[in-house]
């Protein structure tokens, strides 16, 4: 299976220590490695509101982890250990690669098309307005 | 031959009894033009203007203009957000919501 791109967004208690947060963390880079994932980055948004309340919380504090890997298994496993945590108390996993790759198609295309604009503009003076800009 | 013709041809435009007075009654343009004073300035899609590939979930200060006070998304019509781009924003909105950054409904 070819690598996936992850993000994982979970948010703890606001009540919930640091120490328990990057213990959470740790548990997490623990469980990635072993199933042969990496982690590609890891924020802590800390303490911040919450558009809803969620378990009685309004406010929460916000881990991000950006996360590649070739199994699936791991997003399972992930998940499941995030539901039985006590102080996590809501968590999402979004499958990124395919809008990353979308993504960078277009950047291509576009480079490409910047790319041939001026070589297409040099037969006929009259092509872009770069050129006729240039040109007086 | 000719006054025969001639009768013909010009007969359907005029008796056609549903249609709008089309060509001589109604130069619809400018009357219509007189009554709405106001022109309508073209909206340009924000993120075709900014080159945005990736409309990112995270950041819910970007999708913050794009829904209304209450939650709801606001349609193209409003904000002039190209298709692709609204199509994108949606997705992002949603994935937004699920994660408590934006609301599904604020109460007020």
């Known amino acids: 299976m070819e690598e996936r791109l992850y993000d994982l967004v979970f948010i703890c208690r606001p009540d919930t220590p640091e120490a328990e947060v990057d213990k959470l ?4 880079e623990q469980a990635t490695s072993s199933h042969g994932g990496k982690i590609e980055k890891t924020e802590k948004w800390g303490t911040r509101k919450m558009a809803y309340r ?5 406010e929460g504090y916000y881990v991000y982890l950006a996360l590649r890997s070739t199994q699936g298994e791991l997003i399972k ?3 499941r250990r995030l539901k039985v945590s006590d102080p996590v108390i809501k968590y999402m996993t979004v499958r990124l690669d395919e809008e990353m790759k979308r993504q960078q198609k277009l950047v291509h295309r576009r480079e490409r098309r910047a790319a041939r604009r001026p070589r297409k503009a040099a037969p006929s003076p009259s092509g872009s307005p770069e050129q006729a800009a240039a040109a007086s | 031959m000719a006054d025969q013709s001639a009768p013909q041809l010009s007969g359907p435009p005029q008796g056609r009894p549903g249609g709008r007075p089309s060509g001589p009654g109604g130069p619809g343009g400018p009357h219509k033009r007189g009554k709405r004073s106001f022109v ?5 899609c924000r993120f075709c203007v900014d080159r945005v590939d990736y409309i990112d979930y995270k950041k819910a200060e970007i999708l913050q203009p794009f829904v209304q006070e209450r939650g709801k998304i606001l349609p193209r019509r409003m904000t002039g957000t190209c298709a692709r781009h609204q199509r994108w924003l949606t997705v992002a909105i949603k994935r937004a919501r699920n994660i408590a950054l934006l609301p599904f409904a604020a109460e007020l």
């Open chain 1, 54 to 58: 969620v378990r009685k919380q309004r």
């Open chain 1, 77 to 79: 496993e992930l998940e």
């Open chain 2, 40 to 44: 309508r300035k073209k909206k340009v």
């Open chain 1, 25 to 28: 963390v740790a548990m997490i």
